[in-house]
């Protein structure tokens, strides 16, 4: 889409904003619309998109972002990187185990 063309706000049909600017505009006019706001459901494809709740279905079929592939419906984590190898083996433990050089008999609660 030509960021510089205007769009209409969905929440406010009289408002028409540049599309670079309508996720600015959204959140201010969503405060002043907090009702339609609910009412509205965001676009998997472009967050910039809200449609009404029943429009949706319609509109991710119709969705101009659909085709880029630039789809936001999984969210973006970056995969955390493999662990790295253990390249050291774990510290050989040396000494015994506490309970065997602790007789029973100091050890035992008075
Ligand atoms: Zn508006
Ligand atoms: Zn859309």
């Known amino acids: 889409m030509d960021p510089e063309s205007l769009v209409q706000c969905p929440f406010d049909g009289s408002h028409r ?3 670079s600017r309508l996720p600015y505009h959204l959140v201010r006019c969503e405060r002043n619309h907090p009702q339609l706001a609910r009412s509205l459901a965001t ?20 969705c101009p972002d659909r085709r880029h592939g630039t789809a936001q ?7 955390s990187p493999p662990a790295p190898p253990l ?16 007789p029973p ?3 035992a609660p008075h």
């Open 17 to 19: 904003v540049r599309a």
């Open 43 to 62: 676009c998997p494809f472009n967050a910039r998109h809200r449609v009404p709740q029943p429009e949706l279905r319609r509109h991710v079929t119709e």
């Open 105 to 107: 008999l100091i050890c």
């Open 87 to 102: 390249t050291c083996a774990p510290p050989i433990v040396l000494c015994p185990p506490p309970i065997a050089l602790c």
């Open 73 to 79: 419906r999984t969210p973006h984590v970056t995969p």
